[in-house]
């Protein structure tokens, strides 16, 4: 088996039903999702795509790289190279370690990295940091090593520099013969710290199906195409609870405990979990995967929906003896667009304006969405004014940052256009589209499609000023409630004070521009 062979669901006994409910819920639900894809023995019965997203859209998958750093771990016991018992602090060099270190650090063990519990809670503002280990390292414990539960993405971090320490490769360069390049993935990128290691807890990019590919060895116990990749002793042991997670959060899939780098389910499956949506299910009693890529903070929501239509429907959904093969189903999932859940008004208002330029006067906007900044390490992009030019066909929004106007063109009406924004060197692929949601109001999304973010831009344009509304989704608040639960700063100081004094809540508070000029058609 190279890649996928898609059949029909009721080829395996899944009722085509489900999938409509399944689409059903997330317009419902008003779900932000980007793709799924569903397989049961090993064959794709549903897979859909939200425009502007396709299946070569490489995402951010967030920590659903700790899973794959965790292969790497398995695959260096399978050598004789390390074991799980062995002493973090074994595999660090002088430069890595502050020059006093807690004793609690010398009993942290591999195990204890892989099982998140070696005893620290809070991770450190690394983004503002040369030394990721050091700081790693100077960290205040809350519990001895192996005694609680206690998420922290920096463990998976130095997973990986162990990784790179014992072999001298990269994670991605050794891991490419051993599980890459087996299983028929393009060699991925995987985002790196200051002095080179990979991140190893975030920062991997995938195609649905490359991270399709890897969660479906995994339910296989680790073979692909007959071939034994993974060793099955080592999927045996992520795929068991080692800790219990149930002070966590109140979420009932977060607190059913936690194998090695994997999150135990409330029926027994395990999944690969990514903030803002990024899910893998191994759900071995059905000898199913799950794949979704979403933009959503909670993801217990697109959880409950997987649940409630696909992994444990009610019976009402099973018809027992008549299939029902709905053959709309094809054409609905190939016109998925992940506009339509905003319903958003085409052609009932107008647009007087032929082109417009304007300057803020109270405050500043970012370009890109927070949680770029936060995650990434990028600059605010703080904008003083901007440009638009509009006609039947698209439009160009020029974005003023670092006293220079970039162009973004803008597709109407859902249709999205593809930009590249360069910014300090960094180059960020965006899809736009704008609509007029109101007489001489428009509204802008900038997706940034190769991670889960998008901003929203509501401009209100009078004959003197114009009203910018900004937003982002997920929605600034929802971010805001993340950095609540974990409590880590940015690399950014601006973004770093929103943080610390709540003030992100407040960020969407509506900036005005003068504008400068304008013509009317």
């Known amino acids: 088996m190279s890649d996928f062979e898609n059949i029909s669901p009721e080829s395996v006994g899944i009722s085509s039903l489900q999938i409509d409910k399944f689409l059903n819920r997330i317009l419902e639900e008003k779900i932000e999702m980007h793709s799924f894809m569903f397989l049961k023995d090993g064959k794709v019965f549903a897979e859909g795509y939200y425009y502007p997203y396709t299946k070569d859209t490489k995402n951010y998958i967030y920590s659903c790289s700790k899973t794959v750093t965790a292969t790497a771990i398995g695959f260096l016991i399978d050598e004789g190279r390390i074991s799980v018992d062995d002493y973090v602090v074994h595999f660090m060099e002088e430069t890595d370690l502050p020059e006093k270190i807690h004793q609690k650090y010398l009993q942290m063990t591999i195990r204890h990295l892989l099982t998140m519990s070696a005893g620290l809670n809070h991770e450190p503002n690394i983004l503002m940091s040369g030394n990721w280990r050091k700081l790693y390292f100077e960290s205040k414990f809350v519990a001895n090593p192996g005694e609680l539960f206690c998420y922290n993405s920096l463990n998976t971090y130095i997973l990986s520099v162990i990784v790179t320490k014992v072999t001298g490769l990269g994670l991605v360069d050794y891991l490419m013969p051993r599980l890459f390049e087996p299983l028929g993935i393009e060699r991925p990128t995987w985002a790196e710290c200051p002095e080179g290691y990979a991140i190893g807890g975030w920062g991997l990019s995938l195609t649905s199906r490359s991270l399709a590919k890897i969660v479906q060895c995994l339910l296989d116990d680790g073979q692909w195409a007959q071939q034994q990749v993974i060793p099955a002793n ?82 009402n959904l099973i018809p027992n003896d008549e299939r029902h093969n709905d053959t709309g189903l094809v054409a609905r999932i190939a016109n998925l667009h992940a506009d339509h859940h905003f319903d958003e008004p085409i052609g009932e208002y107008k647009l007087d304006y032929l082109s417009v330029e304007a300057k803020f006067i109270n405050r500043v906007v970012s370009i890109l969405p927070l949680a770029v900044v936060a995650f990434f390490g990028a600059p605010i992009y703080k904008s003083k004014g901007f440009e638009l030019e509009f006609n039947d066909q698209e439009w160009l929004f020029k974005w003023e940052t670092q006293k220079i106007l970039h162009p973004i063109r803008i597709g109407l009406n859902g249709d999205y256009i593809r930009n ?51 937003g982002e989704i997920p929605q600034i608040s929802e971010l805001s409630d993340y950095f609540a639960v974990n409590p880590m700063l940015t690399g950014s100081k601006e973004l770093n004070k929103l943080i610390v004094g709540g003030g992100l809540k407040m960020v969407n508070i509506p900036s005005i521009a003068t504008i400068k000029k304008y013509t009317k058609g």
């Open 420 to 470: 590249v924004l360069s910014l300090s060197g960094q180059d960020y692929v965006i899809y736009a589209t704008g609509y007029v949601i109101k007489d001489n109001v428009i509204r802008l999304y900038l997706r940034i499609v190769d991670t889960p973010h998008t901003k929203v831009i509501d401009i209100k344009l009078e004959d003197l000023i114009a009203v910018v509304d900004v």
């Open 234 to 315: 080592w999927v045996q042991d992520m795929l068991s609870k080692h800790i219990d997670s149930s002070y966590y959060n109140d979420a009932q899939d977060y607190i059913c405990g936690y194998g090695y780098q994997v999150w135990k389910c409330h029926d027994n499956s395990f999944r690969l979990d990514g903030v803002f949506g990024q899910l893998g299910f191994i759900v071995k009693d059905k000898n199913m995967t799950i794949i979704v890529t979403a933009g959503r903070f909670d993801s217990q929501a697109i959880m409950n929906i997987i649940y409630d239509t696909i992994i444990s429907p009610p019976d």
